[in-house]
């Protein structure tokens, strides 16, 4: 049974910084490609960042460029979201997700319909 845990949330200050992490079990970690998703009440869900199976490539929606890394440790199944400068249109919760890898370093998905695993979601609230 595939899962996907999401922690690190929490609540911070405006230009605070948070680390997201993502552990997944009951799957060949290297054959996914991993994402970051997020969702506010009364919106949809919205695509933040994406990582290649290897590593090798990234993605990220234009709102957190510059501000949040996408990273990912092979060995220990883990994801990971470092969100720095955060604002308070941050808030939201971050879903983790896999994606089935096609074997490209250089794919990145970003539409939730080619995620196939997703977490629960962990909180994140940053205020003024």
């Known amino acids: 049974q595939v899962q996907l845990v999401e922690s690190g949330g929490g609540s911070v200050h405006t230009g605070g910084s948070l680390r997201l992490s993502c552990a997944a079990s009951?799957?060949?970690?290297?054959?996914?490609?991993m994402g970051w998703f997020r969702q506010t009440l009364g919106k949809e869900r919205e695509f933040v960042a994406a990582?290649?199976?290897?590593?090798?490539?990234?993605n990220y929606a234009d709102s957190v460029k510059g501000r949040f890394t996408i990273s990912r440790d092979n060995g220990q199944n883990l994801a990971f979201l470092q969100m720095n400068s955060l604002k308070p249109e941050d808030t939201a919760v971050y879903f983790c997700?896999?994606?089935?890898?096609?074997?490209?370093?250089?794919?990145?998905?970003?539409?939730?319909?080619?995620?196939?695993?997703w977490g629960q979601g962990t909180q994140v609230t940053v205020s003024s």
């Open positions: 997700a896999a994606n089935p890898s096609s074997g490209s370093y250089y794919y990145t998905a970003s539409a939730e319909t080619e995620y196939t695993y």
């Open positions: 009951g799957m060949s970690f290297m054959d996914y490609g």
């Open positions: 990582i290649t199976w290897s590593g090798s490539n990234t």
